[in-house]
T-cell receptor, first 112, second 113 residues
Framework: GENVEQHPSTLSVQEGDSAVIKCTYSDSASNYFPWYKQELGKRPQLIIDIRSNVGEKKDQRIAVTLNKTAKHFSLHITETQPEDSAVYFCAASNTNAGKSTFGDGTTLTVKP | GAGVSQSPSNKVTEKGKDVELRCDPISGHTALYWYRQSLGQGLEFLIYFQGNSAPDKSGLPSDRFSAERTGGSVSTLTIQRTQQEDSAVYLC???????????FGQGTRLTVV
């Protein structure tokens, strides 16, 4: 089955700096890569996703890049704000399996 | 309701008792997932339903765990003879289909004492 590794497990940045979280996956058939944000005590919510037919996707301060050859994808957050502090999960899935396999999460702390 | 609804929000049970957790997915969503999240940990896959296909039960940790999805809508996760290590937040999510965004419920916090 799919195996997703996520790094780092914790990340602390100063407000205004950029944050990068990286994930690798094992199943070359994976073709959908969502990122979820989970604030303390709340449910995970999708913030951005990418499919394997594109290499990069942006949404305001958030971007995701995908390298299918190397089987890794990354989340980039620019101009970080304290409200970006949360746990971020990457995931991978493919059309056959359908379900998402999640990374272990990254706790991002943005210090004002 | 607009979102995924789970009940109860909190459940405290004695070791050895059976519990049932309920999930009401978003109407029309064919995919339904159960995940388990221990304190400060990641999302552990339990089971996945997709339409009328046989469920993917590969994540169920033991035969004490089972789940049903009736009429392609509501799902119930049953844990028999609960153990202390079953204590966690159980999250349900639904999606429009395969390989799509998962919409999570607020979770059921299960505490086994």
């Amino acid at each position: 089955g799919e195996n997703v590794e996520q790094h780092p497990s914790t990340l602390s940045v100063q407000e205004g700096d950029s944050a990068v979280i990286k994930c690798t996956y094992s199943d070359s058939a994976s073709n959908y890569f969502p990122w979820y944000k989970q604030e303390l005590g709340k449910r995970p919510q999708l913030i951005i996703d990418i499919r394997s037919n594109v290499g990069e996707k942006k949404d305001q301060r958030i971007a995701v890049t995908l390298n299918k050859t190397a089987k890794h994808f990354s989340l980039h957050i620019t101009e970080t704000q304290p409200e970006d502090s949360a746990v971020y999960f990457c995931a991978a899935s493919n059309t056959n399996a359908g379900k998402s396999t999640f990374g272990d999460g990254t706790t991002l702390t943005v210090k004002p | 309701g607009a979102g995924v609804s789970q009940s109860p929000s909190n459940k405290v049970t004695e070791k050895g008792k059976d519990v049932e957790l309920r999930c009401d997915p978003i109407s029309g969503h064919t995919a339904l997932y159960w995940y388990r999240q221990s304190l400060g940990q990641g999302l552990e896959f339990l089971i996945y339903f997709q339409g009328n296909s046989a469920p993917d039960k590969s994540g169920l940790p033991s035969d004490r765990f089972s789940a049903e999805r009736t009429g392609g809508s509501v799902s119930t996760l049953t844990i028999q003879r609960t153990q202390q290590e079953d204590s966690a937040v159980y999250l349900c999510a639904s999606g429009r289909g395969r390989n799509t965004e998962a919409f999570f419920g607020q979770g059921t916090r299960l505490t086994v004492v």
